[in-house]
């Protein structure tokens, strides 16, 4: 009898917190009132992390997608075409993001996804993609190597999956700009580095610390956090007794908000620059630390600066979305906007219709689409990376990240 | 080795931190050798519970006034929990095999994770929590001791102070310790063994909200994983010091923390060892020394060999 209860208890406390989590990944986008029977539904798929630390950023995604969809309904953009998104939850862990990448291209309307956030997750997720032939476009990765291959450092480039795309400029450029604006423009020689160990922060890191000592500047010291820990208090330390002038951070804001408080709190005054990873309001918000001189770089220039930007910041307001769209909200819905237009073009070509190998068709049309998007010309070249080189420096003064430099970059 | 005081005493705050939430684990399995992966969240909410005090105080109040309050209210809220969880969770299953609980405490941990994910507003991401503002205190020219730093080392040692008393003197710690050495005696005595475990509940959870009010005035934030890794330093620190122990786990605690932070400042300045300092390898190297004190002493620093337990 006790056994059996016992039993019970755990089923119901298992299930119970399966159920939970369960709950959390599911999104509640009511398709709604469509009675037209004969449009043709197709699923953009959007992998994120919705929970979690980084839900800041991946709530902007999924609502920028949402609306990159619900306005080619509006237009009537693909006539005969009703686009749906299908948002999965991926904690900005590997595993989640390489399971909802399963179930994405199992769903047979999925035409094409956007997604993920983080570059580590989106190596998990680009071999599900190419096998199935599904087009996968990120509004957010910049490692190198997801569109280089892995020996993109020796200058050999080899793009491993054709079904791979990004609207956001990879991490060389964005690691070379950071560095030529601490050199040249914030006049700052030495430099301490720490990195988050992953895939994104590790390889920005290096490719910053590469381009400042190319420059002249001098690394004062290395050190690496562990994601998910706080407590970053011997680290700054470290950085204080070393005499850098400033900091550079390779990773994600809520380690780094962290830990550019913790090295202010040491009293040393020197400012923490990082990539975008950083560029979030959460960073600054996260504690009650000032952190006015701080740097973030990011790709492209401020979305509220752009002209072509107006429509999709009073669109996403108007729409009324629960969180904002944060710094990859535009990149979103012009990476959500491509897959628009490529199968507008394949049902263009085929009078009207979806053909019946769609997603292949999809992605031979997304190496042509080109359009003028939130964030400016969106294209793509040989190997998937947008044509897009613009990058912003932000600053932060006063609770707010203020842009002080927006460039093209140039090698 | 300029820097070495002031990378003792972040070891020290560290240290003094993981000790008041070991304390939750050192309690409990003392007492019914269960070892309560859920008291990571139980320290988790009781940050939340302090937020929430602290919300419901007229804007504008003084730390110095907020803060009592605060752990009054993470201690209400934690020890609800964990007391409820004792309740409806661990007590069906005392006699149970050793594994039933071990793994309803984990799941409970899931469980406290998601509910304060769904239910708490805002807390999908990291809530801000007030922070101790002020220059920190200069003792010497290397050493500065941060005011946050400064609480958890003042607050600590005066918690551990007056759970050592409770303990020692008062009527209801004799009956603690009665029912951890041999609880069915205890009963034929007279003793309420299940009040006195769900004391040890209470008193594990009211510490681990204490902990997390000096987290939150240190770090600024909280959020619904933060009990997490936490909690498995603490646990870890438990083990260290001997669990069962209660000045183990403060002692355990105290030598996480600074082989923590003396290996992220030192490792790498030893010759040939670059490569395996820094922050990325301090919790390696607290395992290391984890691992070499449990071979020399099973028991744990201050732990005693019993022969029926662990």
Redesign the interface.
């Known amino acids: 009898m006790?056994?059996r209860?016992?039993l019970i208890?755990?089923t119901a406390?298992?299930t119970?917190?399966l159920t939970?989590?369960a709950?959390?990944s599911r999104d509640d986008n009511k398709g709604g009132g469509d009675d037209s029977g004969k449009k043709t539904t197709v699923v953009i798929g959007v992998d994120a992390p919705l929970?979690?630390?980084l839900?800041?950023l991946g709530q902007g995604i999924k609502n920028s997608v949402d609306l990159a969809a619900k306005t080619a309904n509006k237009n009537n953009e693909v006539p005969g075409i009703e686009f749906k998104i299908e948002a999965l939850d991926d904690q900005a862990v590997p595993a989640s993001g390489k399971a909802n990448a399963a179930k994405l291209v199992g769903n047979k309307d999925v035409i094409g996804a956007v997604g993920p956030l983080n570059s580590g997750v989106a190596q998990s997720m680009q071999g599900d993609f190419e096998k199935a032939g599904v087009v996968q476009v990120s509004p957010a990765n910049t490692n190198p190597a997801l569109s280089q291959g892995d020996n993109w450092g020796k200058g050999e480039f080899k793009r491993p999956f054709k079904t791979y795309f990004r609207t956001a400029a990879t991490d060389v450029v964005q690691g070379k700009f950071a560095a030529q604006y601490l050199y040249n423009d914030a006049k700052k020689r030495k430099v301490y580095v720490?990195d988050d160990?992953q895939t994104y922060g590790a390889g920005l890191a290096a490719i910053f610390s590469a381009e400042f000592k190319r420059l002249g500047g001098k690394i004062a010291g290395?050190?690496?956090?562990?994601v998910?820990?706080?407590?970053?208090?011997?680290?700054a330390?470290?950085v204080?007794?070393s005499k850098a002038d400033s900091v550079y951070f390779g990773g994600q804001y809520?380690e780094g908000?962290?830990l550019s408080?913790q090295i202010k709190?040491?009293?040393a005054k020197i400012p923490t620059m990082g990539g975008d990873g950083i560029y979030d309001p959460?960073f600054i918000?996260?504690?009650?630390?000032a952190n006015d001189g701080d740097f973030a770089t990011s790709i492209g220039y401020p979305v509220e600066k752009l002209p072509t930007a107006k429509k999709f910041i009073a669109d996403y307001e108007a729409a009324g979305y629960k969180d904002p769209y944060a710094a990859y909200g535009g990149y979103s819905y012009d990476a959500g906007w491509a897959i628009i237009q490529a199968v507008k073009s394949v049902v263009a070509a085929n009078d009207g219709k979806l053909p019946a190998d769609a997603r292949a068709k999809v992605v031979e049309a997304m190496a042509k689409v080109s359009f003028d998007g939130v964030t400016g010309k969106v294209a793509f070249d040989e190997y998937g990376d947008t044509t897009n080189k613009q990058l912003t420096v932000y600053k932060v003064e006063g609770k707010v990240w203020k842009d002080v430099k927006s460039a093209t970059f140039e090698d | 080795m300029h820097e070495l005081p002031q990378q003792l005493a972040n070891g020290l705050a560290l240290g003094a931190l993981y000790g008041l939430i070991a304390i939750g684990y050192t309690m409990v399995y003392g007492i019914v050798q269960l070892i309560n992966f859920a008291h990571g969240e139980i320290f988790m909410i009781g940050g939340f519970g302090a937020l929430t005090a602290y919300i419901a105080l007229p804007s504008g109040t003084s730390l110095l006034v907020a803060i009592p309050l605060m752990i009054v209210g993470g201690a209400i809220a934690s020890v609800a929990v964990a007391t409820a969880a004792e309740r409806f969770a661990y007590r069906p299953l005392r006699n149970a095999p050793r594994l039933a609980p071990l793994i309803t405490a984990i799941g409970l941990s899931i469980v406290l994770q998601q509910l304060v994910w769904g239910l708490y507003p805002d807390a999908k991401k990291p809530r801000s929590f007030p922070e101790i503002q002020g220059e920190s205190f200069k003792i010497f020219d290397n050493l500065y001791l941060q005011r946050a730093d400064a609480f958890v080392l003042v607050l600590a040692p005066a918690c551990m102070l007056a759970l050592g008393l409770f303990v020692a003197k008062s009527r209801s710690g004799r009956a603690m310790q009665a029912t951890a050495q041999d609880p069915d005696t205890a009963k034929l005595m007279g003793i309420n063994t299940d009040r006195i475990i769900v004391m040890a509940f209470a008193i594990g959870a009211a510490f681990a909200a204490v902990a997390a009010v000096a987290y939150g005035v240190d770090k600024g934030q909280i959020n619904f994983e933060m009990g997490f890794i936490l909690g498995l330093k603490a646990f870890t620190a438990a083990v260290l010091g001997g669990i069962g122990n209660i000045y183990g786990a403060m002692v355990g605690g105290v030598v996480l923390g600074l082989a923590e932070s003396l290996s992220i400042a030192y490792i790498e300045e030893i010759p040939g060892m670059q490569q395996l300092g820094g922050g990325a390898w301090a919790n390696v190297w607290a395992f290391v020394l984890l691992i070499v004190v449990l071979l020399v002493r099973p028991q744990g620093l201050l732990g005693e060999r019993v022969a029926d337990r662990a």
């Open positions: 006790r056994h209860s016992l208890l755990t406390l298992t119970g917190a939970l989590t709950c959390g929970t979690g630390s839900s800041a720490v160990k290395t050190d690496h956090v562990t998910k820990e706080t407590d970053f208090s011997s680290t330390d470290k204080k007794s809520p908000g962290l408080d709190k040491t009293g959460a918000s996260a504690s009650g630390v």
